[in-house]
């Protein structure tokens, strides 16, 4: 957990706090978007090459499946994927407060 303390020298710590809320609501939205659609197309390759993306990362890594634009593209969405659900953590256990 990551605690956000907020101070204002001009009184305005309710407008701040609300602010800063508002842009980590908006940021969350947007990951959970971008996810969603990263999912989707996931989903295709998963369903073209009837393997899933844990199976294709690892023969991937392995050099077991040739590198090609869907398999290049497969392996960039699913570090997307990871790297926004990172992320997506990461805003979600921040707490901000009034000093």
């Given at each position: 957990?990551?605690t956000?303390?907020?101070?204002?020298?001009?009184g305005?710590?309710?407008?701040?706090?609300r602010l800063l809320?508002?842009?980590?609501?908006e940021?969350?939205?947007?990951?959970?978007?971008?996810i969603?659609?990263?999912?989707?197309?996931?989903?295709?390759?998963?369903e073209?090459?009837?393997i899933s993306?844990?199976?294709?990362?690892?023969?991937?890594?392995?050099r077991?499946?040739?590198e090609?634009?869907d398999?290049f593209?497969?392996?960039?969405?699913e570090k997307?994927?990871?790297?926004?659900k990172?992320?997506?953590?990461?805003?979600e256990?921040?707490?901000i407060?009034q000093?």
């Open positions: 957990m990551v956000i303390n907020v101070k204002s020298t001009s305005e710590t309710e407008i701040i706090k809320s508002g842009g980590l609501k940021e969350k939205r947007r990951i959970k978007f971008a969603e659609i990263s999912a989707s197309k996931i989903k295709k390759y998963e073209k090459y009837g993306t844990s199976v294709f990362t690892d023969k991937f890594k392995n077991e499946i040739e090609s634009d398999t593209n497969w392996w960039a969405e997307l994927v990871n790297e926004l990172q992320k997506l953590s990461i805003i256990n921040i707490e407060c000093s």
